[in-house]
């Protein structure tokens, strides 16, 4: 016999593939492709669980509101400069060539490039993505940086020397200004990796002293 009975309205019940093992991945796998095609402001929680398969329901339970997905987002995307303290751990000696040349390789890989051209875009035009990449940068990279640094205003430095690759990848991968935009990655490392150096292991006063009072 036929089941005739009126369907009840309501969330439909999620299938395997809505829950399974993979979900999270795939959120995140969508929340990366729509920050980059839509930005931060027109990126909405539903639009990313569309694009995921899933309900928005999972995508709250996984990363909460669409600030911890975009951060969530970005810890996946930087995956590889949380590598950078392993750079830094082998010595100050070519500690400046060491640091351009991954940072350089990082960006030329077209894997990798695309998640952070996504997220820099992002954060470019709006200022609540922009505070999410800075606590980011700020606690999970720069910080570690610092801590092996055994030079004055350790923090500052590496905030100079993130900046300046920050600027070169801007220039060069996302405004595209030439001639820095088809320059070898060979020049670049040569020419940057002296700066770098000195901002990370020069013994001199990095930074002006504070204010009185301050």
């Known amino acids: 016999m036929t089941d005739t009975a009126p369907r009840r309205r309501g969330r439909p ?31 909405t929680v539903r639009g990313i669980a569309k694009a995921a398969g899933v309900d928005p329901a999972l995508v709250h339970h ?23 303290p392993l750079i830094l751990g082998q010595g100050t ?32 035009t709006h200022e609540a993505a922009a505070k999410v990449l800075r606590g980011f940068v700020l606690r999970r990279l720069l910080e570690r940086i610092a801590a092996d640094l055994d030079v004055p205003n350790p ?13 070169i990848a801007v220039l060069r991968y996302l405004i595209k200004v030439e001639p820095l935009a088809s320059a070898p990655p060979e020049d670049i490392i040569t020419m940057v990796a002296p700066t770098l150096q000195r901002y990370l292991t020069d013994p001199g006063p990095a930074a002006p002293s504070s204010p009185s009072g301050v």
Not at 19 to 28: N, S, Y
Not at 155 to 167: D, N, T
């Open 13 to 43: 019940a999620r299938t395997g593939a809505e829950t399974g093992p993979g979900a999270r991945e795939r959120i995140l796998d969508a929340a990366r492709t729509e920050f980059a095609e839509r930005g931060y402001d027109k990126t």
């Open 155 to 167: 923090k500052f430095r590496a905030e100079l020397a993130a900046s300046h690759m920050i600027g």
């Open 62 to 84: 996984y990363f909460g509101t669409k600030d911890e997905v975009f951060a969530a987002a970005i810890e996946v995307s930087f995956e590889p400069a949380l590598l950078v």
């Open 93 to 124: 000696a070519g500690i400046g060539e060491r640091l351009a040349r991954y940072f350089i390789g990082v960006w030329e890989n077209p894997a990798t490039r695309g998640p952070l051209l996504a997220v820099i875009r992002s954060a470019l």
